[in-house]
């Protein structure tokens, strides 16, 4: 009953669109490995910048919107858990990565999660190559 009343709410207030719900194990495991599956698939497209951020549920998605316009030539994923208001942002460009790319992603993606109250280090941890990025979360 409380599933289905938070999915009510969010379906109502506009943060999702649309949804499933598996109906056991087995439809479970096919819904989560699809979702282990999108980094695997972007790789094999070539570059992915990937991020793991936190926000309010409210403006996460305008995040991967605004890389959709900042970087038209790539493909914007974005997906998380609206529990823990956590967004894995992922933006992919065939070939190798490119400082021209990093330059158009980093520092607008932490700026904006820190403009919104966000965190840089959500789910998976900062990690040791953006530790000198703590200062935006």
Same mark, same amino acid.
Request: hydrophobic share 40%; proline share 4%; aromatic share 8%.
């Given at each position: ?8 709410? #969010?379906?109502? +207030?506009?943060?999702? =669109?649309?949804? $499933?719900?598996?109906? %056991? ?33 409210? #403006?996460?998605? +305008?995040?991967?919107? =605004?890389?959709? $316009?900042?970087?038209? %030539? ?36 932490? +700026?904006?999660?820190? =403009? ?22």
């Amino acid at each position: 009953q409380k599933l289905d009343m938070f999915l009510g709410e #969010v379906l109502e +207030e506009g943060f999702v =669109e649309d949804g $499933v719900i598996a109906q %056991d194990e087995v439809q479970a495991k096919a819904i989560w490995g699809l979702r282990e599956r999108i980094t695997e698939a972007l790789c094999k497209r070539g570059a992915v910048y990937k991020y793991d951020l936190s926000m309010p549920v409210g #403006v996460m998605y +305008e995040l991967v919107e =605004e890389m959709r $316009v900042r970087l038209p %030539d790539a493909l914007t994923v974005g997906y998380g858990h609206l529990g823990d208001a956590n967004l894995h942002l992922n933006v992919s460009l065939p070939g190798p990565y490119c400082d021209d790319v990093l330059a158009k992603i980093e520092p607008f993606v932490y +700026e904006w999660t820190s =403009e919104r109250q966000g965190s840089i280090s959500a789910e998976h941890g900062l990690g040791s190559m953006k530790a000198e990025c703590i200062g935006y979360s």
